[in-house]
């Protein structure tokens, strides 16, 4: 914010010559503290090399090492890993280390002066006699950093942002707390929020540590319990006041936090890859980041529905589909099982097998129902048996015939095909067949829309790309399945292992065994991306490339622009976060999701009984007023009560609205002129946000400007900043997009000094 007070007139009496005494005095304080963390850095790595020096033994090729040298290997592997850590750690904070200074009085009213300099930094640094150098920005002794205002100084008299560049300060930002400085306090600047706003943006985001605002400390230093749920409008900093609520954690109960896991959830890959820096530049590189796309273990999908798909896909109702699909056997399924087993003509026909199946499916997951379901089958086969054979049974009749089923060829053969573990991601897809999703979902979501459901899974096997839609379903199939577990291996006969074992002789590399779905592979028949990974041009390999591994559990679980969460998408976050305390992040104005009360529903059930706390942010940093009033008139048509937040800063600049013709090479021309003006008149970041009919012709226009521009989707541009952007045919926006409107108010409230709107029609 801007200096809170002062006498005018001496502000406008310094100098040059002051300014850089100030500098200077900064810059020697800098120094020493750089100093101190060169010695920490010989410090670990002299930890790191006791470490490696700890557990070695003479006795090489001895034997098994006595117990005190696996002590001395235990305590090797401690001691490295701790100062590795440490040593990336004091590594990452090199960069603008000391951010902040407070000059504090801690005298009473009428008292002398009890002066003291306190510099806050992204560590805590002490010299040789244990003194603070720099207390961590989290301690609570660098609250009043954040937490000082003109009407609450808590202290301070004057809060200082210093700004470096590597190791060198080049400049300052000064609030003053107090109606007027002393005589000795020099006050520099016009406040470090309003400078740190006029920057330019860059790839990343940045981190805003040294201009924390007091509402978003509170929020940042909230009770690690429960849901802490952060609400505002476009541009109030609400992600980047969740990512140091990360970071606060982490330092505040570090042993749960880091240990249970903390997950941040965004919505894109592009979002993940925007944030990516935020919190190793505050020490922390624990952190798990994930878009909504990659959320589960072996699928990574960047790829979005058309809205009438996405909405079929989240909502609550598909649920009663996927229960009817896990009770499907699966396409090719055999439905007769004949066999010759103790001296009996075994023939189990479909309605035997499928009772048998239902009954072992109400008991177990069918992923992990393979020997139980031989079980069963043996039990009906035995009651087969005493139907047709009048003998009375003898002791031991029944368990030897079981056992003896159990153990036939053709028997086991059939159970390895019929009880099969099913891959959830196969289970889906047969959904993409348009008989069986008539027949499953007709007449549960309607015909029109289970035809939609199929096309849009015809066209993940056309394309070999999942849909971010579908990874929730992959999810609650395989919590429903179980993990995919491998059958027991089949028992090969003297001759069959002699002739694998000869194989080499025929020029094959290498052979996979298994049932006859199973191919024998040639280990270099498949062409590799280098990592080993065999790498197919099927589309449906593609999709099934992997394995989908168990939902990971954490302590703690940050989700950003949670309005757009489908109801399943909840059901997923929910399975990883059953005993997480979370941090929520959302505006109901920028939703894409249509049903917010089915979503709320989920959510609820994700968050379950935990308590509740709400922080509402009310400022809008990022867009200048100009453009932020035309958005807002947008929303306000569609969305009367939004919650619209107060924009600090003014540039004179109103956002440009140019006409274009409904041609390609007319929208491309067009976009390379506002580009091409856009850059003259700001430093940094240059995004062209358009719907996907336009993306084709503009391929060729953003390779300029050294990499400062970027062509982006309007769902991917969600949570992410530039300084200018080019918003192409609004209308296509709102057709194509989940949300229509609202998306495009998310797309109009990304650019924090220019905006140019090409009307498309």
């Known amino acids: 914010?801007?200096?809170?007070?002062?006498?005018?007139?001496?502000?406008?009496?310094?100098?040059?010559?002051?300014?850089?005494?100030?500098?200077?005095?900064?810059?020697?304080?800098?120094?020493?503290?750089?100093?101190?963390?060169?010695?920490?850095?010989?410090?670990?790595?002299?930890?790191?090399?006791?470490?490696?020096?700890?557990?070695?033994?003479?006795?090489?090729?001895?034997?098994?090492?006595?117990?005190?040298?696996?002590?001395?290997?235990?305590?090797?592997?401690?001691?490295?890993?701790?100062?590795?850590?440490?040593?990336?750690?004091?590594?990452?904070?090199?960069?603008?280390?000391?951010?902040?200074?407070?000059?504090?009085?801690?005298?009473?009213?009428g008292q002398p002066a009890d002066r003291e300099v306190r510099y806050v930094g992204r560590l805590g640094v002490r010299d040789d006699d244990y003194e603070p150098l720099v207390i961590d920005w989290r301690a609570p002794a660098a609250a009043p950093f954040y937490r000082a205002t003109p009407v609450d100084p808590q202290g301070v008299l004057r809060r200082r942002v210093l700004r470096s560049q590597g190791e060198l300060v080049v400049g300052m930002e000064d609030d003053l707390m107090v109606a007027e400085a002393p005589d000795d306090l020099v006050v520099v600047g016009d406040g470090a929020l309003i400078a740190a706003l006029t920057r330019a943006r860059g790839q990343r985001m940045r981190d805003i540590v040294a201009t924390i605002q007091q509402h978003q400390d509170e929020a940042i230093r909230a009770s690690a319990r429960g849901v802490t749920e952060i609400t505002g409008g476009p541009g109030t900093g609400k992600t980047v006041v969740a990512l140091h609520r990360a970071a606060y954690l982490l330092y505040s109960d570090r042993r749960r936090f880091e240990s249970g896991g903390v997950l941040v959830v965004g919505p894109s890959a592009a979002y993940t890859a925007y944030i990516e820096r935020v919190l190793p530049g505050l020490g922390e590189d624990s952190v798990v980041l994930r878009s909504v796309g990659d959320l589960v273990g072996g699928i990574t999908a960047t790829r979005n529905d058309p809205p009438d798909a996405a909405a079929i896909k989240g909502s609550l109702r598909i649920r009663a589909v996927?229960?009817?699909?896990?009770?499907?056997?699966?396409?090719?399924?055999?439905?007769?099982?004949?066999?010759?087993?103790?001296?009996?003509?075994?023939?189990?026909?479909?309605?035997?097998?499928?009772?048998?199946?239902?009954?072992?499916?109400?008991?177990?997951?069918?992923?992990?129902?393979?020997?139980?379901?031989?079980?069963?089958?043996?039990?009906?086969?035995?009651?087969?048996?005493?139907?047709?054979?009048?003998?009375?049974?003898?002791?031991?009749?029944?368990?030897?015939?079981?056992?003896?089923?159990?153990?036939?060829?053709?028997?086991?053969?059939?159970?390895?095909?019929?009880?099969?573990?099913?891959?959830?991601?196969?289970?889906?897809?047969?959904?993409?067949?348009?008989?069986?999703?008539?027949?499953?979902?007709?007449?549960?979501?309607?015909?029109?829309?289970?035809d939609i459901f199929s096309a849009s899974l015809r066209t993940a096997l056309e394309t070999g790309t999942w849909s971010v839609s579908d990874v929730a379903l992959v999810d609650e199939l395989a919590a429903r399945l179980g993990a995919m577990v491998d059958l027991p291996s089949e028992e090969r006969g003297f001759y069959e292992v002699e002739e694998l074992d000869d194989a080499s002789q025929y020029g094959v590399a290498a052979l996979r065994v298994g049932t006859d779905r199973d191919q024998a592979?040639?280990?270099?028949?498949?062409?590799?991306?280098?990592?080993?990974?065999?790498?197919?041009?099927?589309?449906?390999?593609r999709l099934m490339a992997g394995r989908v591994t168990a939902a990971d559990e954490y302590a703690h679980v940050l989700v950003d622009e949670a309005q757009d969460l489908s109801p399943m998408q909840w059901r997923m976050l929910g399975r990883r976060g059953r005993w997480a305390s979370w941090t929520v992040v959302g505006d109901a104005a920028q939703s894409s999701w249509p049903d917010a009360e089915e979503s709320l529903v989920a959510r609820e059930e994700a968050f379950g009984s935990s308590v509740r706390r709400h922080f509402h942010m009310r400022t809008n940093y990022r867009n200048a007023r100009e453009i932020f009033e035309y958005a807002e008139r947008l929303i306000r048509r569609y969305v009367p009560d939004a919650d619209i937040p107060d924009a600090v800063r003014d540039t004179g600049v109103e956002p440009r609205e140019v006409p274009v013709a409904a041609e390609g090479v007319a929208v491309a021309e067009a976009v390379?002129?506002?580009?091409?003006?856009?850059?003259?008149?700001?430093?940094?970041?240059?995004?062209?946000?358009?719907?996907?009919?336009?993306?084709?012709?503009?391929?060729?226009?953003?390779?300029?400007?050294?990499?400062?521009?970027?062509?982006?989707?309007?769902?991917?541009?969600?949570?992410?900043?530039?300084?200018?952007?080019?918003?192409?045919?609004?209308?296509?926006?709102?057709?194509?997009?989940?949300?229509?409107?609202?998306?495009?108010?998310?797309?109009?409230?990304?650019?924090?000094?220019?905006?140019?709107?090409?009307?498309?029609g």
């Open 1 to 109: 914010m801007p200096s809170g007070g002062g006498d005018g007139a001496h502000l406008s009496a310094l100098n040059e010559d002051v300014v850089a005494r100030e500098i200077a005095a900064e810059q020697a304080h800098v120094d020493r503290v750089y100093g101190e963390l060169a010695k920490a850095v010989e410090r670990v790595q002299l930890v790191h090399a006791e470490g490696m020096a700890r557990g070695q033994t003479d006795r090489a090729g001895t034997g098994d090492p006595r117990e005190e040298e696996m002590a001395g290997l235990y305590e090797r592997d401690a001691l490295v890993f701790t100062a590795s850590r440490r040593q990336a750690s004091l590594q990452h904070q090199h960069e603008g280390l000391v951010f902040g200074r407070l000059d504090l009085d801690h005298a009473a009213e």
């Open 521 to 541: 592979v040639g280990a270099g028949s498949l062409p590799s991306d280098g990592s080993g990974e065999r790498i197919s041009h099927d589309p449906r390999d």
């Open 322 to 450: 996927l229960g009817r699909l896990l009770r499907e056997p699966a396409p090719d399924t055999p439905e007769l099982l004949r066999a010759f087993v103790g001296g009996h003509a075994i023939r189990l026909d479909k309605p035997v097998l499928d009772r048998v199946r239902r009954a072992v499916h109400r008991r177990h997951q069918r992923n992990n129902s393979y020997e139980v379901a031989l079980r069963e089958l043996a039990e009906a086969a035995w009651t087969q048996v005493r139907g047709h054979d009048p003998e009375p049974v003898r002791d031991g009749d029944r368990e030897q015939f079981l056992d003896k089923f159990e153990d036939s060829g053709d028997v086991e053969a059939f159970a390895r095909e019929w009880a099969r573990p099913i891959d959830p991601r196969e289970a889906l897809l047969w959904l993409a067949d348009p008989a069986t999703a008539t027949r499953l979902a007709g007449d549960l979501v309607g015909q029109e829309s289970a």
């Open 672 to 760: 390379a002129a506002a580009v091409e003006e856009l850059s003259e008149e700001v430093a940094g970041s240059i995004a062209v946000i358009a719907p996907q009919r336009w993306t084709p012709d503009l391929a060729g226009v953003v390779g300029r400007h050294d990499g400062r521009v970027v062509l982006i989707d309007p769902l991917s541009s969600k949570g992410l900043e530039w300084d200018a952007t080019v918003v192409v045919d609004p209308e296509a926006i709102i057709e194509e997009s989940p949300g229509g409107p609202r998306v495009l108010y998310v797309v109009l409230t990304r650019a924090a000094h220019r905006m140019t709107v090409l009307q498309v």
